[in-house]
């Protein structure tokens, strides 16, 4: 039995480095620790225990977890150092053997974070050794909403993935696809309606694969969601193409609160490439699905995210793929270079893209997605559109998002925080990618 008592009064410092989920997930974490009396601690405050949430996604990821675990351990000496998240998923051996950390546990046994903290405020009061690493649970579903410094919240549904693309290792870091049952997601909504929130985006690693571990469906949590009029705005953070069915696309463009903001994957706009990474779609299906978007929901925005220099991206295949996005009425481009992980299948693809060659392509597609962006901005100027104000400092201007996702600036005014206007669309601002706004 554990002696929760222990908590009371503790300060606890996090550090989040990748995703929303990451994010969703430590907030939960921290929620946990607060019921049980522990504090957040402040600026320059010693911590008794940090909590450091790493993301693998990429070789530069796994360093900047390395960093941050550092300076974390140099900030607060004598704390409880727990290192978690993907990047303590694939390498907990490497983490474990960092001289101060005294937890590793992985992405997949968030779930232990308060009962291992217990056991080493037992075993440090105790004077015995702390270093413990969790053991491995790829079946339970942790989770998770957290609400950040904005307005909206995020609210993870879904973890894990079983789809094993060649460059991913986030299988490996997330396990296989599962998730929290519609019942208990919607309970997390109605205390996000308590809190008073206006705006939840639903997260997860493959969200459009809900309900593989309940044997529900992603409409219905969808149509459960709309139904809790507290909330005003949802949004899906990000859904694969071939499980964004004609049927969802049709719900969301007559739903009451399902926003017209899309973020699909494409990752290449080349079949030879998708083939390489064992997408599975090809970019008619693509295609397909952004002019139905398109057709039923005219106004939505459309993020998507695309990869440069994956092994096998040979010239001809990129010329390809940019001529393919280049095509699309998407909105904006998500950009990143492949990075080579360990134990992927990528690595016995032939034809490896040069770093330089990289930064070339991302640089061609950054300056699309720029054009993009200022095309879709500028077609609603002189137009009224709804807009989630979020909180501004003193002195700044405020800002917020419409219902398709354009970033609004008007004139600081604090009551505004956290409600909807009527914003009537006016100059666009290109190098700060937002329109200026007037309250109608």
């Known amino acids: 039995m554990y002696d929760f008592g222990a908590l009371y009064g503790k ?18 974490i921290a929620n946990q620790l607060k019921a049980y009396g522990a504090v957040k601690a402040g600026a320059g405050e010693q911590a008794d225990v940090v909590i450091v949430n790493t993301c693998t996604v990429t ?45 590793v546990i992985g992405a997949e046994q968030k779930s232990q974070v308060v009962p291992m903290i217990l056991m080493a405020i037992d075993r440090k009061n105790a004077q015995q050794p702390l270093m413990e690493l969790a053991e491995n649970d790829d079946k339970s579903f ?46 997390q909504v109605r205390e996000v309606e308590r809190e008073g929130g206006k705006e939840i985006v639903i997260t997860g690693v493959n969200t459009g694969d809900f309900g593989r571990s309940t044997g529900e469906h992603f409409i219905d949590l969808l149509r459960e969601m709309d139904k809790v009029e507290g909330i005003e705005r949802f949004r899906i953070s990000s859904i694969e193409p071939n499980l964004l069915s004609d049927e969802i696309i049709e719900f969301c463009a007559h739903s009451r609160a399902f926003m017209p903001h899309f973020h699909i994957p494409l990752q290449s706009g080349s079949d030879e490439v998708l083939r390489l990474m064992r ?33 096998g991206e040979r010239p001809e295949f990129f010329e390809r793929a940019y001529d393919f996005i280049d095509s699309l009425p998407v909105s904006q481009l998500h950009v990143f270079s492949y990075s ?13 893209v040069s770093p330089q060659e990289k930064h070339l392509r991302s640089k061609r597609l950054i300056e699309l997605s720029d054009r993009k962006t200022a095309q879709f901005y500028r077609q609603f100027i002189g137009t009224v559109r709804p807009v989630l104000f979020e909180h501004a400092r003193t002195g700044r201007m405020m800002t917020g998002f419409t219902d398709n996702y354009i970033r609004v600036q008007t004139d600081n ?28």
Do not use: W
Request: hydrophobic share 35%; charged share 25%.
């Open 11 to 28: 300060k606890i410092a996090y550090t989040t480095l990748g995703c929303k989920l990451n994010f969703a997930e430590t907030s939960a």
């Open 59 to 103: 070789e530069v990821a796994d360093r900047k977890g390395r960093q941050a675990i550092h300076k974390i351990i140099r900030q607060h000496p004598n704390a409880i150092v727990v290192v978690t998240g993907c990047y303590a998923q694939l390498k907990p051996d490497d983490i474990g053997q960092i001289l101060g950390v005294d937890i």
């Open 142 to 187: 942790f989770p998770a909403c957290s609400k950040g410094d904005r307005t909206r919240y995020f609210l993870k549904v879904q973890d894990g993935c079983n789809y094993f693309c060649t460059y991913c290792t986030i299988p490996f870091a997330r396990g296989r696809s599962r998730n929290g049952a519609i019942s208990d997601i919607l309970r």
């Open 279 to 311: 997408r599975r779609y090809d970019t008619h299906l693509f295609r397909n699905k952004i002019l139905t978007v398109k057709q039923l929901i005219p106004h939505a925005f459309i993020g998507v995210d695309v990869m440069v220099g994956c092994r």
């Open 340 to 352: 080579e992980r360990p134990g992927t299948k990528a690595l016995d693809i032939p034809f490896v």
């Open 413 to 440: 005014n604090p009551q505004l925080y956290n409600t909807v206007q009527m914003v009537r669309l006016t100059d666009f601002i290109p190098e700060k990618e937002v329109i200026k706004g007037v309250l109608t």
